[in-house]
């Protein structure tokens, strides 16, 4: 049976939109997205839907796209997931659900990302709103209702378990460090892959689930961790891991070394690529190199060569084994940024004012697997060389934040300083769950949302038992 190509998603020119910070992706006309909807098979067995970590009913919120009956696809993907624009636009559909599409053995799978941020922005463009249902949970929560739940970050893990939550009468309050809300969302990916407005408005639709929002609180510092856990009756963590790592290699005090959190932070967080109309300042220079492979990596680069600077991105291993997305990758390559691989700094060079001028990198060779199952990088002696370079962003991973943590008494974490927990989020105290990157470490959104999901499901289900 023939099936037709992928209907493409119409972007932004490379060359205007390496000038600018507005979305590169334009996303599905109506007619687009039926005409990529009608090449879906309907699976009588709909293995993309084992690739969700949310459970969405895949096949169904095409159907109803194939057939022009936007509003009752928005409906079915709402009942899911509450946050389907930042979903669409962020998530790896291409190792998750359409990673599973059985089209794959015969062509290219649903574009099923593209079709669910269509879907998503129609609904908003039309002032569609979500009637909650409600949906009979296996827990008897009749009488728990009144019991009281604090989330503390707003990323996707929290949200998505005050959406839970919130859409079954639970009081819930959110408690944000930051001056915005979204965690993640808001501070670490840039304004072109997932504009802040979309963020705002995913998050509005939780304030009409009673949902509160209370922000410039760093729990810990402005309230204890004793008044959360004796306030409510039931604690999610949902912090992320965003405590930077570093190279650690000699040079890193000098100026214009970041790291990618303090980078990404400035600028999307804070607005520092309008500055002065923003009034956060960035040094950028006009040579800069960026440390790593992954999706943080791109988003860094991507975001210094809209500020005007000449980008590499140097990674140890090969381009093959590069953690980001294929196309984060395909997109930094047609907007001009270079990529230096097999190869890691040893040294940043300073001059006589501590100003970074140069990075003294060695060439590696890939080695043995390790435990990631990618071969390791090794050292090639004496293969060391010069790059001229004003400023480099080490994007090399991030880690848990100890200091909240260790204010939690008898919460068990591992050897990296994550927290453990049951599947459902349970943590060693019983009336504190967790879930997204501060229990798995640096992850997607998508699986932060999923890990929210079962949280919200453990936190139900503790407090029907314990009223």
Known sequence: MAVKDRVHVPEQPAE?????????????????????ASRCLQCKIPTCIS???????????????????????????????????????????????????????????????????????????????YENENTKFQFNISKAKDKKVAII???????????????????????????????????????FRLPKSIVKKEIAALEKLDVRFFKNIPVGYAISVKEILESYDAVFIGVGAGTPKFMGIPGSELNGVYSANEFLTRINLMRAYKFPEYDTPIRIGKKVAVIGGG?????????????????????????????????????????????YTLATPVKYIGDENGNLVAIECIRMELGAP??????????????NFIL?????????????????????PDLKTNKYG???????????????????????????????????????QGIMKFLSENR
């Not at 205007?16 to 990529?36: D, M």
């Not at 936007?70 to 962020?90: D, M, T």
């Not at 990631?372 to 293969?383: C, D, K, L, Q, W």
């Not at 001229?388 to 939690?408: H, P, R, Y």
């Open 295 to 339: 999706n943080t990596a791109m988003d860094a680069a991507r975001s210094a060569l809209r500020l005007g600077a000449d980008v590499t991105i140097i990674y140890r291993r090969t381009e093959a084994e590069m953690p980001a997305r294929k196309a984060e990758i395909e997109h930094a390559k047609e907007e001009g940024v270079k990529f």
């Open 153 to 191: 970050g707003s990323g996707p893990a929290g949200l998505t378990v005050a959406s839970e939550l919130g859409r079954y009468g639970f009081t819930v309050d959110i408690y944000e460090a930051l001056h915005e809300f979204g965690g993640v969302l808001t501070y670490g990916i840039p304004e």
């Open 418 to 456: 994550y927290i453990i927990t049951d599947e459902y989020g349970q943590t060693s105290n019983p009336k504190v769950f967790a879930g997204g990157d501060i229990v798995t470490g640096s992850a997607t959104v998508i699986l932060a949302m999923g890990a929210g999901k079962k949280a919200a």
């Open 16 to 36: 205007i939109r390496k000038t600018n910070f507005l979305e590169v992706s334009l996303g599905y006309t109506p007619e687009l997205a039926q005409q990529e």
């Open 388 to 408: 001229e370079m004003d400023t480099v962003i080490e994007a090399i991973g991030t880690e848990a934040n100890k200091f909240l943590l260790s204010q939690f």
């Open 370 to 383: 390790d435990e990631s199952g990618r071969r390791r990088p090794v050292e090639i002696p004496n293969s």
């Open 51 to 129: 690739g969700c970590p949310v459970g969405i009913d895949i096949p169904g919120f095409i159907k109803e796209i194939a057939k022009g009956n936007f509003e009752g696809s928005y409906k079915i993907l709402k009942s899911y997931n509450y946050l389907p624009a930042i979903c669409g636009r962020v998530c790896p559909q291409e190792v998750q659900c359409e990673g599973l599409c059985i089209l794959n053995k015969i062509g290219r799978s649903i574009n099923i990302g593209a079709l669910e941020r269509f879907v998503a922005d129609w609904a908003d463009e039309n002032n569609i709103e």
